[in-house]
């Protein structure tokens, strides 16, 4: 999951950059493919996880922007039973409780964004 941010009016605040902390809950789901892509008959599994990010950004001008992340293995994925030279492979994702906190005193900036919920967001993810 990807934040694109542009945040202005930070030229009183003194500082050079700013940190923001990504954080969400998600909802996998995951197969089993061969080594040679194919998926094994079954149902997908299914497991939730949280995780946070933290991404320093610069202030130019007053102002930063750019982009914050949280990648598939940031968060604790559930085990599909994946055996010998199985690849585990993520097929969906549903994101929860979705936050941006750019750290900074209620007197310089909005502060924290609840951003909700994304998905369930089909992706084709697969695992080392």
Avoid: H, W
């Amino acid at each position: 999951m990807e934040v694109t941010l542009k945040e202005a009016g930070l030229g009183g605040s003194g500082l050079a950059a700013v940190d923001y902390l990504l954080t969400a809950d998600a909802t996998f789901s995951v197969v089993c493919l061969t080594r040679t892509g194919n998926e094994i008959s079954g149902q997908p599994k299914s497991g939730t996880g949280a995780a946070t990010s933290l991404t320093t950004l610069r202030i130019r001008n007053g102002s930063t922007s750019g982009t914050c992340l949280l990648c598939p293995g940031d968060f604790d994925l559930p085990d599909p039973g994946c055996t010998g030279n199985q690849r585990m492979a993520i097929v969906s994702v549903q994101y929860n409780n979705v936050v941006l906190d750019d750290q900074l005193p209620p007197d310089v900036t909005a502060g924290l964004q609840q951003l909700g919920n994304f998905g369930p967001v089909p992706v084709f993810v697969i695992v080392p």
